[in-house]
Structure formats: C-alpha cells, structure tokens
C-alpha cells in the first residue's frame, strides 16, 4: 500500500498530524507514507519515522496555478498510490490529488470539496474539539467513532544531530539549559511580552541557568528587546533566525525546559518531550494543547479569553500582560525537579 498525505502548512499542525500517521501505520503494516509539504515544515516530517519520502509542494498560501498543480499532479500519478489524506479544508489543497486521479481522496469535506473528496468525513466540533483528533479521525471510517487516547507525537533528535547543530553553530551545551521560543507567528495577542521573558530570563540565570532564545527570523526583533531588558549577566543567546528549521529542532532537543507560547515550536517541543511550559493568551489549550506528559499549561482564563484574535480587541491584553514572570518561574522549576 503507497498512501499520500497533503500536509498542513503550518509547523504546529503538522505535528499535531503525527498521531493520524501513526494510526495509519498500525491499521496498514508496512504502508508507504509519503507527504506533499511546503518547504517550510519538511524539516518537521523530516524528523518523523512514519514518513517515507517528502515532496515538495511549491505553493505560496493563497496561489492557486492551476497549471502548476497540473504538471505536480502528472508527476504523482507515477507513483501509483492507492490513497491520499487531504490534511488543509481549503480546496485548493484538495486539486492535485484530484488531478492526479488517486483512488481513494480521503478528507473532510472542508469548502464543500464534494467533486475532489470522495471518502468524505463531516466534522462535528463538539466530538472532536482538539485538531490532532480530528487529523487522526481521518485513519477511520466515515462515521466511526475515534479511539482514544490518540498516541503523542514523536520526533527523533539523535545526540549526533544534537553534536552537529551545536558544532555548526559554535556553542557547547550548557549543564543547565533553558530555551524560551518568545515568538508566535499568528500574532501579537499569542505574545507573552517581552519584559516578562526578560524577568525571568534574570531569574533563570540566577540560578545557573543559560538562558538561549530559539525562533524564526520575524522573532528576531521581540528576542533582542528581551537581551536588552536582562539584567542578569551573561545575557541570553539569540539564536532566531540563526538557525534553520531542523537546528532549532536539535537546540529545543538540548533543553533542560522550554518555555514557549502557543505556537509550533512549542509543539516541536512537546513531540522531542522536553519539559514544557506553555503561556496562552488569545488562543485556546482545549483547541491545540500541546501533545505530552511533560507539558505545563499556564493561561489566566480571563473572561475575554481565548478571543482567537490577532491582537487584541480590547487594547490591553490582559491576558498575557497579567500572567506574571513568578507563575511561570515556578513552573519552569517544578519542571525542572520533576
């Protein structure tokens, strides 16, 4: 059997996927599962030993090049497979595997895709609230109820992967090593401010910790305030967009914890099961929690939250400019002495 999956285009989501590979592999032993993914999160699927092959799908978000999907989906058509999960609801998604006539297009129906999905799922939001389960309902028949708990995501990170990413970066690994992810791609009210990481930056390297700051190039800005903000020599090292997407892998496998808000990093961190403290502000932990055993949620429930905006609507974010530094210390320690 040679099955497709179309990945989402975003990190997060990705690894959220990783328990619909696995139930996949468990109903189909010896599967082939190959993933249609974005540059961006390769590096993720890259790291997943449930998939066999990446191919990249050049699409930028929204660009729809019909003749594009049509030589892509030529291509796929010699691959023979037998089946395709279509992971994004978007049509657009829900093309090429249509084009390249694979048998069976499994999906949600997502933008009334009824002509290119044709094992079709309806969502029911009150059954499965998180993503991660309504990805791994895909492994079951329409209708079909899913069977819980669903595994955790798992990516590997070898001590040699580690070794090469810390010599290429000229670093040696700290005895005691705190990584805060300080960025959130979706917006500023997922945010925790940066004086707060710096507080408690101050109060990680009081007690012995380093403190690295690991993200993509747009977390740049927000990770230098908090270096200018640390009182506490030595000061944090900025390693975002210092690294690529697979060295921040192996920076976050190096952690003694990781502090991070709700973003994809925060997921890479959960699936390498690092001890984890997560701050949530405008989005919800009963949506995309992060998936492990080791993980610390903290969010303050305020009424006007999760409000799921991109900033926020009341003009004082209150739900991350309330969460204070000394919460989030003691859970890191907890973490720590766990």
Known sequence: MKALIVAPSWIGDTVLAQPLFMRLHER?????????????????????????????????????????????????????????????????????????????RIAFVGEKRYGLINRRHTLDKALLPQMAERFAQLAEAPGTPLPRPLP?????????????????????????????????????????????????ADALTQRGYAVWLVGSAKDREIAEQIVSQVQTAPPPRNFC??????????????????????????HVAAALGRPLVAVYGSSSPGFTPPLSAQATIISLNLECSPCFKRECPLGHLDCLNQLHPQRVLDACLARAAA
């Open 28 to 104: 189909t032993p010896g599967l082939q599962l190959d993933a249609l993914a974005p540059r961006w999160v390769a590096p993720v699927l890259e790291r997943m030993a449930e998939i066999s092959r990446i191919i990249d799908s050049p699409f930028a978000h929204g660009e729809l090049s019909l003749r594009s999907r049509h030589r892509l989906a030529r291509q796929l058509a010699r691959d023979d497979y037998q089946r395709v999960y279509v992971l994004p609801n978007s049509i657009k998604s829900a093309l090429v595997p249509f084009f390249a006539n694979i048998p069976e």
């Open 241 to 266: 967009g210092s690294t690529s997407l697979s060295q921040a892998i192996d920076l976050l496998g190096a952690a003694s914890f990781v502090v991070c808000n709700d973003s994809g990093l925060m």
């Open 152 to 200: 955790l995501p798992r990516l590997t990170c070898s001590g040699e992967q580690r070794a090469a990413t810390l010599a290429a970066l000229g670093v040696d690994r700290p005895e005691k090593l705190a990584i805060f992810c300080p960025g959130a791609e979706y917006g500023p009210a997922k945010r925790w401010p940066a004086r707060h990481f710096a507080t408690l």
